[in-house]
């Protein structure tokens, strides 16, 4: 896969949780996609993805745009035992 399309992939991946977090109040979606990425994404597809921000015009969300600038200032919707899949069972489930 070359660089170009990697790179386009991970826009369209972006762009995907930005979908997902668009029903949450804006300061709560951007803070989303913030820790979404850095939970689950490795430092190489966070730098990639920053990296064709720059040249990607109206092709990245800017929910997503937002959430690479920076720390957010407002807290993840997402509650903090599913933010960690090293916590995955602990609490995360409102089963039984």
Same mark, same amino acid.
């Given at each position: 896969?070359s660089a170009t399309s990697n790179a386009d992939k991970l826009v369209r991946m972006a762009n995907q949780i930005a979908t997902f977090f668009r029903s949450y109040p804006e ?6 996609? !913030?820790? !979404? ?8 597809? *966070?730098?990639?993805?920053? !990296?064709?921000?720059? $040249?990607?015009?109206?092709?990245? &969300? &800017? ?5 690479? &600038? #920076?720390?957010?200032?407002?807290? $993840?919707?997402? *509650?903090? +035992?599913? *933010?960690?899949?090293?916590?995955? #069972?602990?609490?995360? $489930? &409102? +089963? #039984?």
């Amino acid at each position: 896969m070359s660089a170009t399309s990697n790179a386009d992939k991970l826009v369209r991946m972006a762009n995907q949780i930005a979908t997902f977090f668009r029903s949450y109040p804006e300061e709560e979606a951007v803070a989303g996609i !913030h820790k !979404h990425i850095v939970a689950f994404w490795t430092p190489k597809m *966070r730098a990639t993805l920053e !990296h064709r921000a720059a $040249s990607a015009g109206d092709a990245l &969300d &800017d929910l997503v745009r937002r959430a690479l &600038d #920076g720390t957010p200032q407002a807290e $993840s919707p997402v *509650r903090a +035992a599913t *933010r960690n899949p090293q916590l995955l #069972g602990a609490g995360a $489930s &409102d +089963a #039984g």
